[in-house]
């Protein structure tokens, strides 16, 4: 027990010291619990989030727009390899990892279990679900875990890239004919709620916030980052000329930010339950994908096995 506590307070102090935790260190167990369970979500949410922009590709309005977005989509896939790839380091696998996605056993972002109902969508999604992605990630870049950490530098590089070409896409809507300004407001309405459930519980209600930024996991709770991104996104859309959907949205000069209406936790609650609009959805597209994609991996796994042998004949 005293070595173990020894282990704890030395590992502790190499954090508090911002030196980087690397896979052969000694960590506590509930490290890197928390870690396999943040990675593996954070990359599930890359890959399950190119389901609602796909929808959009043979639908894009011009040759420049579907060649934006399908750069965006492979971007994050290569995000989630990335990521994938940081889980193992923790020693637990990809196949494990994949499995649990696949069976409904975790979880990835709730903002990926809602349609994207018309071209504004993907601008939305860009701008406000990028836009909020980028706000936890950034931080992310000085996560005390190396692998991760190394893995944020470039995510976060292309996810800057993604955000503004939705605010784009917004920008043009809002500026183009009364029924594109008003289908950029009505996405605007659609997506906010969710993208400010996007940060996770408040403080007082999370239940791995305190421990993850007592182990610098994360820089920042998840109310400060919420906010950060209302003060930032608000004036973003006063700009080009939307409206956030908030009656209660003002500015507030004693502590200089917005003050804001409550967020339905009830609606996140659910849709995290399972029980969203696109839930189910989503897991038998990730299922077919995987069972019509067996035959690559067999294949790759056949082909290293040839190369194997004649590398040892």
């Given at each position: 027990m005293t070595d173990v506590k020894n282990l704890e307070e030395l590992f502790q102090a190499k954090v508090d010291g911002e030196l980087k935790i690397e896979p052969k260190d000694w960590m506590p167990d509930g490290y890197r619990k928390n870690l396999v369970r943040q990675i593996s979500q954070h990359a599930h949410s890359e890959v399950v989030g190119m389901l609602p922009e796909g929808n959009w590709i043979t639908r894009a309005p011009n040759l420049r727009r579907k060649a934006i977005l399908l750069a965006k989509i492979q971007d994050e896939a290569g995000h989630g390899l990335y990521l994938y790839s940081a889980v193992e380091t923790l020693g637990t696998t990809r196949e494990k990892t994949v499995d649990d996605l696949l069976g409904g056993k975790a979880k990835y972002?709730?903002?990926f279990n809602?349609?994207?109902?018309?071209?504004?969508?993907?601008?939305?999604?860009?701008?406000?679900?990028?836009?909020?992605?980028?706000?936890?990630?950034?931080?992310?870049?000085?996560?005390?875990?190396?692998?991760?950490?190394?893995?944020?530098?470039?995510?976060?590089?292309?996810?800057?890239?993604?955000?503004?070409?939705?605010?784009?896409?917004?920008?043009?809507?809002?500026?183009?004919?009364?029924?594109?300004?008003?289908?950029?407001?009505?996405?605007?309405?659609?997506?906010?709620?969710?993208?400010?459930?996007?940060?996770?519980?408040?403080?007082?209600?999370?239940?791995?916030?305190?421990?993850?930024?007592?182990?610098?996991?994360?820089?920042?709770?998840?109310?400060?980052?919420?906010?950060?991104?209302?003060?930032?996104?608000?004036?973003?859309?006063?700009?080009?000329?939307?409206?956030?959907?908030?009656?209660?949205?003002?500015?507030?000069?004693?502590?200089?930010?917005?003050?804001?209406?409550?967020?339905?936790?009830?609606?996140?609650?659910?849709?995290?339950?399972?029980?969203?609009?696109?839930?189910?959805?989503?897991?038998?597209?990730?299922?077919?994908?995987?069972?019509?994609?067996?035959?690559v991996r067999e294949a790759a796994m056949a082909y290293a096995a040839k190369k194997a042998k004649r590398k040892a004949a």
């Open positions: 972002s709730s903002i809602y349609p994207t109902l018309t071209w504004a969508d993907i601008g939305a999604v860009g701008w406000l679900v990028d836009g909020a992605a980028i706000m936890n990630q950034v931080m992310l870049c000085r996560t005390s875990y190396g692998p991760y950490a190394r893995a944020m530098v470039r995510i976060c590089k292309e996810e800057s890239f993604h955000q503004r070409q939705g605010y784009e896409i917004m920008s043009v809507l809002s500026k183009g004919t009364p029924e594109q300004r008003e289908m950029a407001q009505d996405a605007l309405n659609r997506w906010w709620w969710p993208s400010l459930m996007m940060f996770g519980p408040s403080d007082a209600n999370s239940p791995h916030s305190a421990q993850s930024m007592k182990w610098k996991i994360k820089r920042q709770s998840n109310d400060e980052l919420r906010q950060t991104f209302i003060d930032r996104t608000v004036q973003q859309a006063e700009v080009i000329g939307l409206k956030v959907p908030d009656p209660k949205l003002k500015w507030n000069e004693s502590t200089q930010h917005y003050d804001s209406g409550e967020i339905d936790w009830t609606e996140f609650n659910n849709v995290v339950a399972g029980n969203g609009p696109c839930n189910k959805e989503r897991l038998a597209a990730r299922n077919k994908a995987h069972d019509d994609g067996a035959w």
